[in-house]
T-cell receptor
Framework: LAKTTQPISMDSYEGQEVNITCSHN???????ITWYQQFPSQGPRFIIQ???TKVTNEVASLFIPADRKSSTLSLPRVSLSDTAVYYC????????????FGQGTELSVKP | NAGVTQTPKFRVLKTGQSMTLLCAQD?????MYWYRQDPGMGLRLIHY???????AKGEVPDGYNVSRLKKQNFLLGLESAAPSQTSVYFC????????????????FGPGTRLTVL
């Protein structure tokens, strides 16, 4: 099971681009990389997923290098409403195993 | 569609009491999950189910039991609550993409805040 490592917290200002990197050195061949966003007092919600290279949707972009041992979530021109915790999730588990969200990255966007 | 709903939203228990948390989903998802979230610990998987009538242990199953008698419902039980079980509990569901993994987009409920005194 791939263990992920992310920065605990990041600060940014409105209008800036924010990049959050997740390390997953022992990612398996079949593993997808998925990012979730969690606002206070809410459950996490899916924002983007990728396997390799670059994926973009209306919310974010996900950059994955060729070795797939890390990935970078990019949030363009953040606003105050992007203040949240962002989780990187990688792995497959069978009965008795673990799929670990980790502590996530707490992003604080300031005016 | 309501998505994933959880009942109750808040609950206070005394040590030793029992209770059941109910999770319901209306998306016809095969997989369902129960997580707990504690400050600084992220989300930890308690139990999960890959289909009606099946359950499996996650990372922190001790002190909890689950049942999936109907496809749309996943129940989490605490037989004898302890202060260490004070937490926010989240239920989630996802479609079947071959195996529980990060490939399965999970849809989360709003959470249940449980306090055990």
């Amino acid at each position: 099971l791939a263990k992920t490592t992310q920065p605990i917290s990041m600060d940014s200002y409105e209008g800036q681009e924010v990049n959050i990197t997740c390390s997953h050195n022992n990612i398996a061949t079949n593993d997808y990389i998925t990012w979730y966003q969690q606002f206070p007092s809410q459950g996490p919600r899916f924002i983007i997923q990728g396997y390799k290279t670059k994926v973009t949707n209306e919310v974010a972009s996900l950059f994955i290098p060729a070795d797939r041992k890390s990935s970078t979530l990019s949030l363009p021109r953040v606003s105050l409403s992007d203040t949240a915790v962002y989780y990187c999730l990688v792995g497959v588990w069978n009965q008795g195993g673990k799929l670990i969200f980790g502590q996530g990255t707490e992003l604080s966007v300031k005016p | 569609n309501a998505g994933v709903t959880q009942t109750p939203k808040f609950r206070v228990l005394k040590t030793g009491q029992s209770m059941t948390l109910l999770c319901a989903q209306d998306m016809n998802h095969e997989y369902m999950y129960w997580y707990r979230q504690d400050p600084g610990m992220g989300l930890r998987l308690i139990h999960y189910s890959v289909g009606e009538g099946t359950t499996a242990k996650g990372e922190v199953p001790d002190g909890y039991n689950v049942s999936r008698l109907k496809k749309q419902n996943f129940l989490l039980g605490l037989e004898s609550a302890a202060p260490s079980q004070t937490s926010v509990y989240f239920c989630a569901s996802s479609i079947d993409r071959g195996a529980p993994s990060s490939y399965n987009e999970q849809f989360f409920g709003p959470g249940t805040r449980l306090t055990v005194l």
